[in-house]
T-cell receptor, first 113, second 114 residues
């Protein structure tokens, strides 16, 4: 079936460094790619999303890039801070009777002071 | 405050004892869904509802039931819980089921079945 693969599963960086999380998807008709952040013990929350008619989107220190040809998209966090430590989930729409969201397995990001 | 409310937050039960996890949203959202979160597996959809009285299976529906009698409520029912249903459960809602509407998650229910 359709799926979303996410790498790496864990990522450790020093404060101030950049972090990159990558996802690939299988449904070539996917046209919406959100990213959710889940802090420890809390609910996932949408932090940024991108649609297929755009190649890149930025919001302050976070950005998402999309390569539709290669069917992959990435989350970039610059100047990381300890409060960026969380689990990040990518997701992609799977087209069908209704537009279903499939999540990646998650990346645990640890930012060390 | 716009929110999705799940109850209870923590639940410990024994195999075979029926339980219900409640979910309510106050945003007049049409779409509601249940997910389970397990280490290394991400968020997997259990059931979803496009609107009142319209429900359908997600990726892992076995052992679960849902109902959508009112727009705001979407309870998850485990008729005969088993240890493999020990997990973290999230209810979520969005304005529509057309995918690109952002999902709003509840605070989660951590279920342990012994």
């Amino acid at each position: 079936g359709e799926n979303v693969e996410q790498h790496p599963s864990t990522l450790s960086v020093q404060e101030g460094d950049s972090a990159v999380i990558k996802c690939t998807y299988s449904d070539s008709a996917s046209n919406y790619f959100p990213w959710y952040k889940q802090e420890l013990g809390k609910r996932p929350q949408l932090i940024i999303d991108i649609r297929s008619n755009v190649g890149e989107k930025k919001d302050q220190r976070i950005a998402v890039t999309l390569n539709k040809t290669a069917k992959h998209f990435s989350l970039h966090i610059t100047e990381t801070q300890p409060e960026d430590s969380a689990v990040y989930f990518c997701a992609a729409i799977i087209s069908g009777g209704y537009n279903k969201l499939i999540f990646g397995a998650g990346t645990r990001l640890a930012v060390h002071p | 405050e716009a929110q999705v409310t799940q109850n209870p937050r923590y639940l410990i039960t024994v195999t075979g004892k029926k339980l219900t996890v409640t979910c309510s949203q106050n945003m007049n959202h049409e779409y509601m869904s249940w997910y389970r979160q397990d280490p290394g597996l991400g968020l997997r959809q259990i059931y979803y509802s496009m609107n009142v009285e319209v429900t359908d299976k997600g990726d892992v529906p076995e052992g679960y039931k849902v109902s959508r009698k009112e727009k705001r409520n979407f309870p998850l029912i485990l008729e005969s819980p088993s240890p493999n249903q020990t997990s973290l459960y999230f209810c979520a809602s969005s304005l529509s089921g057309q995918g690109s509407s952002p999902l709003h998650f509840g605070n989660g229910t951590r279920l342990t079945v012994t």
